[in-house]
């Protein structure tokens, strides 16, 4: 009850935060309760200087006054614009690198007292001023003590507590909207949550990140094209994260590319099979390629930076994508509907012949436009919003793939607006499939099932021979946890501020 009593008192506060940025407007762009919003405008009088701004603007001053959590909500919602508009997303986009940073000092302070040493001991100079400051860290450049050039990053002081104290907050909404209010099982509040934390968990440790991109450079090693900066572990701990650092020109300046002699067709080409590779071949892929973590050095090879947002898909998933997206593009749409049945994403009692249907309205009408014209990325996000439908479970993961996509097809736009990425890795595309789907991977895939199950057949049969000792014994042999009770009328009132944050999160991620 305290702890309820205490997620309320900040829910409130919220509230009266969005109120004063006179940023209620945009939970009704969201199709939040009207008359919800209209009750929060009596919270506050908005600020003087709200006046006159746009929507964005406002909703990205409030996520600032809000702190971390929420500008990382703000960053995920710059990515929708199918939700928001291309004008608010673009506002909100500025969240991304162009906060208010901490004091030089400080971070000197934390690199110390995190890697054990005096900073004039393990750098030759640093940088005071931070070259970039983001809602979970900031980075200086620095030089090393043997005369390399490097990237220092710095998580912000008590960037943690904050986190705890908000992740809490989204995970007892999350958890009291799924208990009572059964429609918005299939959008998975609690899983959406669990996601957002997950992302957070990895940020929150720069030796994961280090981890992360270390991983990514493995499978890179043999692309000339692709390049993913080394990591100085002797000088990276759990709040510090020191890397090469990259020179080259943000990926979508297209004037200083051709006035540096860049030929962007041949960047667009390894952006693209890049994106296929890390998608498709690795199912481990870069979750934030924004522009200002993607450069094109001297010698025309991408660098990528900011490895704390990362993207796992498996195999089955992978097989999934790769049918759903080549049915699209040849117009087979039985096939996009029966790859989405045979994985489950579809319950078994909807009408095939129905969902086949849906997924012609969504792929007729890109059949007849130019490649350049086609975004997978708004397929998928046309093909999320019509499974309501059919009672299709929100996927959370596909989801942090439909915005990586949607970004890198934005990137890929700049560069060529006649071209289109995914025209260009088809025929990977279509390699890949044929390896992994043909008749020599299913034989493969079925010798590995049954390894695998050989492997589990003693863990299983000792579980049985346990199971029948209890009802020898007669003792349930799996007594399960009991089940929580019914919610009581306190909180159908608490729904109501519930959907504030709830619905912000399952939009944005």
């Known amino acids: 009850m305290i702890r309820a009593a205490r997620n309320l008192a900040r829910l409130v506060g919220i509230a009266r935060t969005l109120a004063r940025y006179d940023a209620l407007e945009g939970l009704e762009a969201l199709g939040v309760m009207p008359a919800l919003t209209w009750s929060l405008r009596r919270l506050g009088r908005p ?97 090393t003590s043997d005369g390399r050039e490097v990237a ?71 692309d000339p094209g692709y390049r993913v900066p080394a990591v100085d572990w002797p000088r990276t701990a759990r709040r510090v994260l020191t890397t090469e650092r990259v020179h080259g020109i943000p990926i979508d300046r297209r004037d200083a590319l051709i006035a540096a002699g860049h030929d962007l067709d041949a960047v667009l080409e390894i952006a693209a099979r890049a994106t296929f590779n890390q998608v498709f071949r690795d199912g481990f892929f870069h979750g934030d390629p924004h522009p200002g973590n993607v450069f094109v050095d001297a010698d025309g090879r991408i660098n990528v930076v900011d490895f704390g947002i990362m993207g796992r898909l498996d195999r089955d998933t992978r097989r999934y994508l790769a049918e759903m997206l080549l049915g699209f593009l040849t117009g087979d749409y039985a096939r996009v509907a029966e790859v989405h049945f045979r994985a489950g994403y579809v319950p078994a009692d909807k009408s095939v012949g129905a ?66 990425m995914w025209q260009l890795a088809r025929p990977l595309i279509e390699d890949w499939a044929a390896q992994t789907m043909g008749p020599e991977a299913r034989v493969r895939a079925a010798a590995e099932a049954a390894i695998n199950t050989a492997q589990r057949l003693p863990r299983l049969l000792a579980r ?29 009132p608490l729904l109501i501020g519930a959907a504030l944050l709830v619905a912000l999160v399952v939009l944005a991620f």
Do not use: Y
């Not at 006159?52 to 614009?81: C, D, V, Y």
């Not at 986190?163 to 809490?168: A, G, H, M, Q, V």
């Not at 918005?184 to 934390?197: I, S, T, Y």
């Not at 969902?355 to 397929?379: K, N």
């Open 152 to 222: 220092v990053k710095v998580l912000r002081p008590d960037i943690e507590k904050a986190f705890t104290r908000d992740l809490e907050l989204l995970f007892w909404l999350a958890r009291l909207i799924e208990r009572t209010q059964p429609k918005w099982h299939r959008l998975r509040p609690v899983a959406a949550v669990q996601v957002f934390a997950d992302v957070v968990a990895v940020e929150m440790d720069l030796r994961l990140e280090g981890a992360a991109a270390a991983e990514l450079a493995e499978n890179f090693a043999d």
């Open 47 to 143: 600020r003087r200087d709200m006046a006159g701004k746009r929507l964005g603007e406002r909703l990205a001053a409030a996520a600032q006054a809000l702190g971390p959590s929420f500008i990382k909500l703000g960053q995920a919602l710059s990515t929708r614009a199918d939700l928001l508009g291309e004008e608010c997303a673009g506002d909100l986009a500025r969240l991304r690198d162009r906060l208010p940073p901490f004091p030089g000092s400080q971070a000197r302070d934390i690199v110390a007292r995190e890697l054990g040493h005096e900073i004039d001991e393990l750098f030759e100079s640093f940088d005071e001023e931070p070259v970039a400051a983001a809602s979970i860290a900031q980075v200086h450049f620095a030089v």
């Open 355 to 420: 969902f086949t249907q849906a997924c012609r309205s969504i792929g007729e009408p890109i059949m007849g436009l130019s490649a350049g014209e086609i975004s997978v990325a708004r397929l998928l996000a046309q093909l999320f919003q019509i499974t309501e439908t059919f009672g299709m479970a929100t996927q959370p993961h596909l989801l942090l793939l439909q915005k990586v996509l949607m970004v890198s097809e934005g990137v890929g736009r700049g560069l060529n607006p006649d071209a289109n």
């Open 464 to 492: 049985g021979e346990r199971m029948l000792d209890h009802l020898a014994a007669g003792q349930a042999p799996n007594p399960g946890n009991p089940r929580r009770p019914a919610p009581g009328p306190w909180a159908w």
